[in-house]
């Protein structure tokens, strides 16, 4: 069984930055793409970022492009998110997620992904 952890989340001014971590127990974690997924209060999880197994290749929606990168160290079983220039519409809960099959691409769509983690708050003051 796969555990995803996530922390690093908390309350944070307009402009500032934060770093996600994404931890992993239990079966392999680095031959699987993750991705990092948001909830925003009253709307629908959205796709934020992924990475492929190696880390070669990175996807990011538009609304986060430019201000956030997504990293990973699998010697440690972590996948990072630094958010940076962080604006009050990226207040939600932060998802981390491993995809279904191994070695696949770093894919948009939730259900691509089999194990979730519990989330994190994000939150960010105007």
């Not at 500032?16 to 127990?25: D, N």
Request: proline share 3%; aromatic share 12%; hydrophobic share 35%.
């Amino acid at each position: 069984q796969v555990q995803l952890v996530e922390s690093g989340g908390g309350l944070v001014q307009a402009g500032g930055s934060l770093r996600l971590s994404c931890a992993a127990s239990g079966r392999t974690f680095s031959t699987y793409a993750v991705g990092w997924f948001r909830q925003p209060p009253g709307n629908v999880r959205e796709f934020v970022a992924a990475i492929s197994w190696n880390g070669d290749t990175t996807s990011y929606a538009d609304s986060v492009k430019g201000r956030f990168a997504i990293s990973r160290d699998n010697a440690k079983n972590t996948v990072y998110l630094q958010m940076n220039s962080l604006k009050p519409e990226d207040t939600a809960v932060y998802y981390c997620a491993r995809e279904r099959g191994a070695y696949g691409l770093p894919y948009r769509e939730s259900n691509a992904y089999v194990y979730w983690g519990q989330g994190t708050q994000v939150t960010v003051s105007s």
